[in-house]
């Protein structure tokens, strides 16, 4: 499998798109993995601060609605 944008070898896939980068374009990106209630019913979001992300994809920072499915 290539990079999404040069030759290379790709080392790692984007979390948000799936598209294949390599070491040098691969970036990061924070993300939110899940979220679930903490102590006291507090709402929280488990975080992964530097989740592989391709740069070329524009991942949304909260989830979009998707009235169509229902
Ligand atoms: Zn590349
Ligand atoms: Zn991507």
Known sequence: ??????????????????RFVCKEHAKTLPTFVAMFLGGESTPK??????????????PQPEPIGMPELF
């Open 45 to 58: 979001g488990l975080v992964v601060a530097d989740a592989i992300w391709c740069g070329v994809c524009e």
């Open 1 to 18: 499998m290539k990079c999404w944008q040069c030759e290379n070898e790709a080392r790692a896939a984007c979390r948000f798109c799936g």
